[in-house]
């Protein structure tokens, strides 16, 4: 056995009838894949939950279904030159991760962060092919981006890098191809400028990237749909408690927009957000993070681009922890909203110990493969993120119709269909997660995600 099975193995706590055949399936993935962890990471937890029912369906086995879903259809790799504000010319490396096409086109949002590597893009790209199968829309799954690190760079850089890195992407993506749109480091700034770029090269103003502003096509309520949609999530899990968010404590990690649309959503619902953080450490406000001080961090992170730390020194009553997390902060709701692996088992059985009882996940996979356990075992409602934070792409989604119908949909129409969605996530989560009283979440909302893709893979035979 590889010391990375051995690792994933005894972090993850399997399926006793399937855990030899799971342990089998992730041994060839991962001779395959060197070095992509969080890739491995993505994908025992996905084949974890569904290998009971490949291994009941022959014909999943026989078309090779898993085999074949964890192979992207393709991978694009490209050399991004761009020259700063100094006249220094710089080398960046950009990815475009094609996952999965058997149910529409590929769809999933671009990161700029220095750390994005191939094993990275692949995870997120896998898990966009679940969720986007959860939305219940038509849209396959990718994910791309690149090293690039937007921090400390003009908006002058950051356009010509955008630019540099439009003018290979362009070849790859179209409104019937592949539809990126914004992930951690690419906002409406970038959005805007890769799409300008895209116009430049090829003369058409197609429904290309979501996220868009929208005077130029982007849709009413898309930089809020996954904060609000993770919220909506956590009401109807609370719901089958009998249970709101209204008047709960809740930690929200990140600040960027995640985190600032939770937030918000949380104070519309009466709940009291009392955390926020970034890369450099985390806030902790005991009077509530209320509109007004909701408002200073958006500008704080969307127009000044600052710390977090920023804020106890505006608002004295908060305190500023530098390289900490929010989960020692007692809560009974926790919206992990920054990074992936952010939340370890030790935070997960701190969070419980403290007496929360419901996180949903606006992030990528932010709780590691030992927290995700903790929760299982505790019995607490616990939304993986491919469920929970769905509501973005959905409503991406929707800004493809729109662009495709030339509509334009109202701010109350497009937050319904929001909420509607999130629902009927929850209830597939339900049907296929149930376990006894209580709802396996992440089960649920792998094998829901699993099955119609798997489906139309069969129908369209062996591509
Ligand atoms: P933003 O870039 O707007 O914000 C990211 C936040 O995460 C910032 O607060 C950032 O802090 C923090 N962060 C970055 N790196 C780390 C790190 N290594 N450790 C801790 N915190 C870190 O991104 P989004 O809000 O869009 O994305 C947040 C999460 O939500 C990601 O996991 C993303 O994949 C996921 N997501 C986003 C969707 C969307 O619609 N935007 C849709 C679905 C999921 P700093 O400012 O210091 O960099």
């Known amino acids: 056995?590889?010391?990375?099975?051995?690792?994933?193995?005894?972090?993850?706590?399997?399926?006793?009838?399937?855990?030899?055949?799971?342990?089998?399936?992730?041994?060839?993935?991962?001779?395959?894949?060197?070095?992509?962890?969080?890739?491995?990471?993505?994908?025992?937890?996905?084949?974890?939950?569904?290998?009971?029912?490949?291994?009941?369906?022959?014909?999943?086995?026989?078309?090779?279904?898993?085999?074949?879903?964890?192979?992207?259809?393709?991978?694009?790799?490209?050399?991004?030159t761009w020259v700063d504000d100094g006249g220094e010319v710089h080398v960046n490396r950009g990815y475009r991760v094609q996952m999965n096409s058997a149910i529409g086109p590929y769809k999933g949002g671009l990161r700029f962060h220095p750390n994005v590597n191939i094993g990275m893009l692949k995870f997120l790209a896998f898990e966009q092919v679940f969720k986007n199968s959860l939305t219940t829309l038509y849209m396959g799954g990718a994910k791309g981006g690149s090293d690039f690190d937007p921090k400390g760079k003009s908006d002058n850089e950051v356009m010509r890098f955008c630019q540099a890195f439009m003018t290979e992407l362009y070849r790859h993506i179209g409104p019937d191809v592949d539809v990126p749109a914004g992930d951690v480091g690419v906002g409406g700034r970038e959005i805007g400028y890769l799409f300008g770029q895209y116009k430049k090269l090829t003369g058409r103003f197609h429904g290309v990237l979501t996220g868009k502003g929208t005077n130029y096509g982007g849709s009413l309520i898309r930089p809020e749909a996954t904060g609000y949609g993770s919220v909506y999530f956590a009401q109807e899990m609370l719901a089958t408690r009998g249970e709101s968010v209204e008047g709960k404590v809740a930690t929200v990690s990140g600040s960027g927009n995640v985190a600032q649309y939770t937030v918000e959503k949380l104070l519309q619902l009466g709940a009291k957000p009392v955390t926020l953080s970034d890369s450099a450490g985390m806030i902790h406000d005991p009077d509530g993070i209320d509109r007004e001080k909701l408002a200073w961090v958006m500008q704080l992170k969307n127009v000044r681009r600052g710390r977090i730390g920023e804020y106890a020194k505006q608002f004295p009553g908060a305190e500023y922890l530098p390289g900490r997390r929010p989960w020692d902060v007692p809560c009974q709701l926790a919206f992990p909203s920054a990074f992936q692996n952010e939340l370890d088992a030790e935070d997960a059985r701190t969070l419980v110990k403290n007496g929360c009882y419901c996180v949903s996940e606006g992030a990528n996979m932010p709780t590691t493969l030992e927290g995700i356990n903790v929760f299982l075992d505790a019995g607490i409602l616990y939304g993986p993120g491919k469920a929970a934070n769905a509501g973005g792409v959905a409503v991406s989604?929707?800004?493809?119709?729109?662009?495709?119908?030339?509509?334009?949909?109202?701010?109350?129409?497009?937050d319904q269909q929001l909420q509607v969605i999130m629902r009927s996530i929850h209830e597939n989560c339900v049907r296929y997660g149930q376990n006894g009283k209580a709802v396996n979440y992440v089960k649920g909302a792998n094998i829901a995600g699993f099955v119609k893709v798997a489906d139309a893979m069969l129908q369209q035979g062996v591509v």
């Open 397 to 414: 989604g929707l800004e493809m119709s729109q662009n495709a119908g030339c509509l334009r949909r109202s701010s109350q129409d497009v």
């Open 1 to 80: 056995m590889t010391p990375a099975l051995t690792q994933l193995e005894s972090r993850m706590a399997s399926n006793g009838g399937t855990a030899t055949a799971v342990r089998d399936f992730m041994e060839k993935v991962i001779a395959r894949t060197h070095g992509e962890l969080e890739f491995h990471q993505a994908v025992w937890e996905v084949v974890d939950s569904v290998m009971p029912v490949v291994e009941s369906t022959p014909a999943y086995r026989q078309a090779k279904i898993l085999e074949r879903i964890v192979e992207p259809e393709r991978v694009v790799m490209f050399r991004v």
